[in-house]
């Protein structure tokens, strides 16, 4: 087992340009999550994904951010404008079920450092 | 609506010492709880988690942690730590209200500094 997949590690890119991240969750894994770190805020949730539908947004900063998930092994998280405010630590997660007794743990991938300049 | 408090930004501690990182949370529905680590540069790993059952959770790397519903803590501790124990620790908790609703709900984490 791989583990949740990130690409890429490091991103630095200049404020206006779009950036996308990439994850590919653990096979057989049917929830997703994308979180972002930072010093300020902690680990915050951005969107998560049950059975690669959308199930709660809400933490999504602006309109400037979006995600996917065309298919069961891949999710996409874009910013479009990026701004330096949103250098960031952005992680993928996923676990094998959304909700119920068990409350599957979430297997985290090793992260995204984005540097927006 | 769910939150979690954890009372230590940073805790430093000697090599072979014992250690407790504090944790409290408030939720309107029965939760389960859990604490993970992060090693520098990489990704959560969960150290433990309790369910429901006895309230004494033994988690990897000798960890424990005991939830208290009385005071909504649930802290993490271990008797004897080393260096490779230096890591951020992250307290959660997960409100279950039925159906699909699930949202996990991390603390600020702890960042716990082993030294020689």
């Known amino acids: 087992d791989a583990g949740v997949i990130q690409s890429p590690r490091h991103e630095v890119t200049e404020m206006g340009q779009e950036v996308t991240l990439r994850c590919k969750p653990i096979?057989?894994?049917?929830?997703l999550f994308w979180y972002r770190q930072t010093m300020m805020r902690g680990l915050e949730l951005l969107i998560y994904f049950n059975n690669n539908v959308p199930i709660d947004d809400s933490g999504m900063p602006e309109d400037r951010f979006s995600a996917k998930m065309p298919n069961a092994s891949f999710s996409t998280l874009k910013i479009q404008p990026s701004e330096p405010r949103d250098s960031a630590v952005y992680f993928c997660?996923?676990?094998?079920?959304?909700?119920?007794?068990?409350?599957?743990?979430?297997?985290f991938g090793n992260g995204t450092r984005l540097t927006v300049t | 609506a769910q939150s979690v408090t954890q009372l230590d930004s940073q805790v430093p501690v000697f090599e072979e010492a014992p250690v407790e990182l504090r944790c409290n949370y408030s939720s309107s529905v029965s939760v389960y709880l859990f604490w993970y680590v992060q090693y520098p540069n990489q990704g959560l790993q969960l150290l433990l988690k309790y369910l429901s059952g006895s309230t004494l959770v033994k988690g990897i790397n000798g960890f424990e942690a005991e939830f208290n519903k009385s005071q909504t803590s649930f802290h993490l501790r271990k008797p004897s730590v080393h260096i490779s124990d230096t890591a951020e620790y992250f307290c959660?908790?997960?409100?279950?209200?039925?159906?699909?609703?699930?949202?996990?709900?991390f603390g600020k984490g702890t960042l716990l500094t082993v030294n020689p």
């Open positions: 959660a908790v997960s409100g279950y209200s039925g159906g699909s609703n699930y949202k996990l709900t």
């Open positions: 096979s057989g894994h049917n929830s």
């Open positions: 997660a996923s676990s094998l079920a959304l909700g119920g007794r068990d409350n599957s743990p979430l297997h």
